[in-house]
């Protein structure tokens, strides 16, 4: 009955996790890939063993290197791609959305409106005009004396 069990572990070669020096049995789900819970991606119906430190392995984590999130499109994870939800462009680092979206005005975190390089904030109020402004201000320098808005 023994004579198949594989030693320091409970069941025989075929139902043991395939990862080296690893004795535990195989999952349920992963019985045809041959990982224990252990070793065994979380995505559902995959057949790789997750990375070391993650809960997923390579083909399903974030390409940004030491992130081990799960990705939200084709390359990245949520926290690396852009907010934009036409978007899957990467980000940089403290901010949502990437070159393409982010305001071009320096260190605003905001998405830049259709058809300018500045978010509402910085974009001055005149109906056509996308020139910058400064967020305490409605107009840009053009425009601030423009008695037909006021």
Not at 55 to 62: K, L
Request: glycine share 4%; charged share 30%.
């Amino acid at each position: 009955m023994d004579a198949y069990k594989i030693e320091n572990s409970d069941c025989c070669k075929i139902h043991t996790c395939k990862v080296e020096d690893c004795n535990k049995m195989r999952t349920a789900t992963s019985d045809t890939y041959g990982y224990c819970e252990l070793h065994e991606c979380e995505v559902k119906g995959c057949s790789f063993t997750k990375t070391e430190d993650a809960t997923i392995c390579r083909v399903h984590a974030c390409f940004i290197s030491g992130c081990t999130n799960l990705r939200a499109n084709k390359l990245y994870c949520k926290d690396h791609t852009c907010a934009n939800s036409s978007c899957e462009y990467i980000v940089d680092t403290g901010y949502r959305y990437c070159a393409v979206h982010l305001c071009h005005e320096n260190n605003c975190p905001n998405e830049k409106q259709k058809d300018s390089y500045r978010c509402k904030a910085h974009t001055c109020q005149k109906d056509g005009c996308t020139l910058s402004k400064t967020p305490s201000e409605k107009y840009c320098i053009y425009h601030k004396d423009d008695s037909s808005e006021k």
